[in-house]
């Protein structure tokens, strides 16, 4: 009867190690703040009434260029390419599939993030409107209409505005675009009537704020064009399509990579040792994350594919376009590759609590990873160690129990009992037997 219930005991132990030792975890979706809020942007396109523009033929078209980049972002959102993700459905708020319906979990597949975004369009004609927008502004975008030339309010010499300008980068998370020719070459005060010959002093006065004081745009004679960067296209291509009528440019005024490579947050168009257009990263220290951009369009002819080469585009809107829309990626995935962080660390602290550290180590090794490709302003290569991260987390598991020990002290017990029946067993024999 021992034996009996013995190998009984052993029976059950296994079957409840099979169904109780088993953590299933319910892989819940992140709740991410754009699911219900937009990232929202404001851009300010600076075409001042009676100011004259250098290296731009015509205003209204830059203007016009932003304009569609900014309704490209209202009508297509952010849209990410994640190539090769295993796609999860759990996920399919925000990590679109490609194509109609859910491909089955275990196929590998093109997978979309789409963030939610809405941009703003501001028009500045008046000097005043101008004046408050550079002083005050923070986390915006301000284009430059103008070109070569920088509008200078009451106020201020022409040396104290670009310090304004440099300010409000550095401290006020604002990004300035530069559409075309040498920057602030010339300066226009306001009230004027003709633009005042500044030179390549002004330039450096802007970039000795990133102690880049000594730097030049160096003068490029080759009929080279500039190509654009695969990180720019694959970037850029979902939400903004248009770029496909400025694939190359002239090489007009380009930076030198070598005095900005630490500074690179975008290369948009490149050839050799130059960019021909670049969004740097305005800030002092390396570390720094609280900072704006400039973004660098320094040609004057751009280019779209056509069968057998490439053919001349219209070069003030599509340099406003690329410009408009270099600025918003720049914002919105910063904005969205933050967000991702804070949620992916939130999910990482919940299975932490609820003891799902099964797993748990592959997700704080990708959320690592994310956050210094973050630092490098990479886009999609972050996007997809975030997933993976999150991914990751939502489904660490809680660590199973060892079967061996509680099988050992099943046998322990059951050992003991067959012992305590058998003594038992043995002295009622020997009352037996003495009686």
């Known amino acids: 009867m021992v034996e009996v219930n013995f190998k009984f005991f052993l029976i059950s ?30 851009v300010y396109v600076v075409a001042l009434d009676g100011v004259e523009a250098r290296e731009v033929a015509n205003v209204t078209r830059v203007v016009e260029g ?33 194509g109609e319906g859910a491909p089955p979990f275990d196929d590998m597949t093109y997978v979309y993030a789409s963030f939610p975004a809405n941009a703003s369009l501001h028009i500045i004609n008046e000097w005043d409107d101008y004046r408050n927008v550079v002083e005050h502004s923070v986390e915006t975008i301000i284009v430059n209409a103008h070109g070569a030339v920088l509008p200078v309010p009451n106020g201020y010499t022409k040396e104290a505005w670009t310090d304004k300008i440099a300010e409000a980068m550095l401290l006020r998370n604002v990004t300035w675009v530069h559409v075309g020719g040498y920057p602030l070459y010339y300066a226009w005060r306001q009230g004027a009537s003709t633009a005042e010959h500044w030179g390549k002093t002004a330039f450096q006065r802007l970039m000795q704020h990133i102690n880049k004081g000594n730097v030049r745009i160096p003068p490029y004679t080759g009929t080279e064009v500039a190509a654009i960067t695969s990180r720019a296209e694959i970037d850029l291509r979902h939400t903004w399509r248009l770029i496909y009528e400025a694939m190359a440019v002239t090489n007009n005024y380009p930076l ?67 410009g408009g829309a270099t600025g918003l990626w720049i914002l919105v995935s910063r904005t969205a590759r933050e967000t991702l962080i804070v949620e992916t660390e939130t999910l990482i602290q919940k299975a932490i609590e609820e003891g799902r550290t099964k797993g748990l180590q592959e997700a704080q090794n990708h959320l690592q990873y994310a956050k210094h490709l973050n630092q490098l302003y990479f886009g999609t290569e972050f996007f997809v160690y975030a997933y993976e991260a999150m991914l990751a987390a939502s489904t660490a598991q809680k660590p199973k129990s060892d079967p061996l020990p509680l099988l050992f002290t099943g046998m322990s017990l059951s050992i003991i009992a067959i012992i305590s029946g058998a003594i038992l067993y043995k002295r009622k024999n020997n009352k037996e037997e003495s009686m």
């Open 13 to 42: 132990s296994f079957f409840f190690l099979i169904i109780f030792g088993r953590v299933l975890v319910d892989p819940a979706c992140a709740s991410l703040p754009w699911q219900d809020h937009k990232i929202r942007v404001s």
């Open 66 to 98: 932003v304009r569609g980049a900014v309704e490209a972002l209202n009508k297509n959102n952010l849209t990410i390419e994640l190539p090769f993700l295993r796609y999860w459905k759990n996920f399919s708020k925000y990590f679109l599939h490609k």
């Open 256 to 322: 030198t990579v070598q005095d900005f490579k630490e500074h690179e947050a975008f290369p948009i168009w490149t050839l050799g040792n130059y960019y021909a257009g670049v969004a740097l990263a305005f800030k002092t220290q390396a570390n720094t994350t609280s900072h704006g951009f400039y973004v660098h369009i320094g040609t004057n002819q751009t280019f779209g594919e056509v069968p057998g080469g490439l053919e001349p585009t219209d070069a003030d809107f599509y340099r406003g376009y690329i």
